[in-house]
């Protein structure tokens, strides 16, 4: 798999969870509607959700990555 989906806008911006082509690390990456421009972004994972944590896009990265948290391997 070469990237997850995180969000997808009402107007049509879509974030995913990929990996960035430069440095080969995870990161988000933002695909903005065409009335924005439409230039793809790629933004480290940790920054982006320090810039903005109330965001329904960081909301669903947040939910993402609690999926992968197995539950038995919680400590009671």
Same mark, same amino acid.
């Given at each position: 798999? /070469?990237?997850?989906?995180?969000?997808? +806008?009402?107007?049509?911006?879509?974030?995913?969870?990929?990996?960035? %082509?430069? +440095?080969?690390? %995870?990161?988000?990456?933002?695909? %903005?509607?065409?009335? +924005?421009?439409? #230039?793809? @972004?790629?933004?480290?994972?940790?920054?982006?959700? #320090?810039?903005?944590?109330?965001? %329904?896009?960081?909301?669903?990265?947040?939910?993402?990555?609690? /999926?992968?948290?197995?539950?038995?391997?919680? @400590? +009671?």
């Amino acid at each position: 798999m /070469t990237e997850r989906l995180i969000h997808k +806008s009402s107007n049509g911006d879509v974030w995913a969870l990929a990996r960035d %082509p430069d +440095s080969k690390l %995870p990161a988000v990456k933002h695909r %903005p509607n065409a009335s +924005s421009g439409g #230039r793809t @972004s790629y933004t480290d994972i940790g920054k982006f959700l #320090r810039e903005g944590a109330g965001g %329904p896009e960081h909301q669903a990265l947040l939910k993402l990555i609690g /999926t992968l948290l197995d539950d038995a391997g919680r @400590s +009671s």
